[in-house]
Structure formats: structure tokens, C-alpha cells
């Protein structure tokens, strides 16, 4: 819904002090960019990525087992990655306007309860002719703990019945578009070949060698609506 845009925008003018520069620089720009001629709000993905998300459980704390309720700085998130829209004039549809999501955020802030279906959502359910997901860190334990979150929760029903592990336990596969999601070991720059429809970058802040960002970038060519989602906690490596 724009209503999660224009809200999470009057939240940040009408109390500033509570948010960072970044913050207040994004819901700037976000306003000047829904207010132009060329730019389109189509609000059927963000509801369904809403209701689809709610397929997935907490995993810790308070709230473990109980389905996720994206919360307002989610909803903004989701509405303008899935909802900010331009016209494409060669194939006649609705484009997503970004191509990169960058969710830097705090540790506890609950990235993984949000990008879990968020993975999921772009390699499974968008009309994405053989849907490609790679993940990719520093090294191989924190992509493939991203992989494995998502695996733990494709495999409950009713999620099981779009997804399925593969024997080797290398790949998820996706029955109703033949999507794949794989996770690559360490600093591997990426398979030959490869032309991911998403990418996704985790612990940012700990990698040191951009070698497998820039081949997801890339490989993305051939893509009508590519992807890039890069996710940091609080942290800093001196050679990021």
C-alpha cells in the first residue's frame, strides 16, 4: 500500500530526532520520487508479500513459533522495493524501480525474520522465468546460514508444497517457476555462467574482497528485474 510509504514518511518529519540522517535522507528522496509523472505505485506485490511472509514462524525470543507481522519500517521497506514501479514500453509492464535494497541495520533488529521470506518472495513467487538466488559472505558459514534459515522454514507446510530441498542440499528448488536458491562457499567469485535474478550479500560489513558482489552485478545483465539485496549488522571491518 502507498499508505506505508506516505506513513512511515509523516513518522520521520513529524519526529526527526528518532531517526539518522540516512533515514531522513531515504524518505526525502522516496517522496520526490513517487511524486513524478514516470513513476508508479502498484500495491498488489507489497500486500502479497504481506500475507505471504505471515507463512513464516519467529524463530527465537517472545515471539518464536508465531507467524511474522511485518512492522512499520518493514512495511516501508517491502512497499517501495516491491511496490515503486516505472513502464516498460518494450514488453508492456510494470517494472520494479530499484535494483539494490541495502538494509544496514542493528543487531536484534530482526534481518534474518525479514529476509527470509524476502528470498523466498523473489526466487519463488514473482513471474520470474527460472527465479536464481545467490547468497554470498565473507565466508561460507555466514552464507550458508542464511541459506539454512531459509530451508528450515520451506520445509513446514504449507511452504513445502512450492519448495523442495534437493538431495544434494545444495540448492532449493521452487515448483511453480523452476527457481533455485543456493548459497557459495567463502570467497568464491561465482559460477561460470551464472545470471542470478537476485543476489544477496550478507555481513557486508565483514567482506573484504568485492569480487563476488561485483559478479552478481554482473551476471544480473540478462535480467528484466534484477536484484541486489545487501545486508549488514552493526560492525565495521577496517578493509570493507
Known amino acids: 500500500m502507498l499508505k506505508w510509504i506516505t506513513d512511515y514518511i509523516r513518522l520521520v518529519e513529524t519526529r526527526p530526532q528518532d531517526f539518522n540522517v540516512d533515514i531522513k535522507d531515504n524518505v526525502r ?5 513517487i511524486s513524478r509523472k514516470t ?3 502498484k500495491e498488489a506485490d507489497p500486500i502479497a508479500f504481506e500475507k505471504f511472509a505471515r507463512l ?3 524463530r527465537e525470543g517472545k515471539w518464536a513459533g508465531q507467524s511474522i507481522e511485518l512492522n512499520t519500517e518493514q512495511r516501508y521497506i517491502a512497499a517501495c ?3 515503486i514501479k516505472t513502464y516498460d514500453k518494450q514488453s508492456g ?3 520494479r524501480y530499484f535494483k539494490e535494497l541495502n538494509l544496514f541495520v542493528a ?3 530482526g534481518k534474518d525474520t525479514f529476509t527470509a521470506p524476502l528470498i523466498a518472495w523473489f526466487s519463488g513467487m514473482e513471474k520470474e522465468p527460472n527465479a536464481w538466488c545467490q547468497i554470498v559472505a565473507e565466508n561460507e558459514k555466514q552464507s550458508k546460514r542464511t541459506y539454512d534459515i531459509v530451508k528450515a522454514e520451506i520445509t513446514k507446510p504449507p511452504l513445502n508444497s512450492i519448495f523442495t530441498v534437493r538431495k544434494t542440499e545444495k540448492y532449493i528448488e521452487c515448483k511453480m517457476n523452476n527457481g533455485k536458491i543456493e548459497y557459495l562457499s567463502g570467497r568464491t567469485k561465482g559460477k561460470d555462467g551464472s545470471n542470478p535474478s537476485v543476489g544477496v550479500v550478507n555481513e557486508a560489513h565483514e567482506i573484504t574482497n568485492h569480487n563476488q558482489y561485483n559478479a552478481l552485478v554482473t551476471g544480473q545483465g540478462a535480467r528484466e528485474q534484477p536484484l541486489i539485496i545487501v545486508i549488514s549488522s552493526a560492525g565495521v571491518t577496517p578493509d570493507s
Open 29 to 33: 528522496q522516496i517522496k520526490e520520487l
Open 39 to 41: 513513476i508508479f505505485y
Open 56 to 58: 513464516f514462524k519467529h
Open 81 to 83: 522495493v516491491l511496490g
Open 93 to 95: 509492464r510494470y517494472l
Open 107 to 109: 543487531r536484534k533488529w
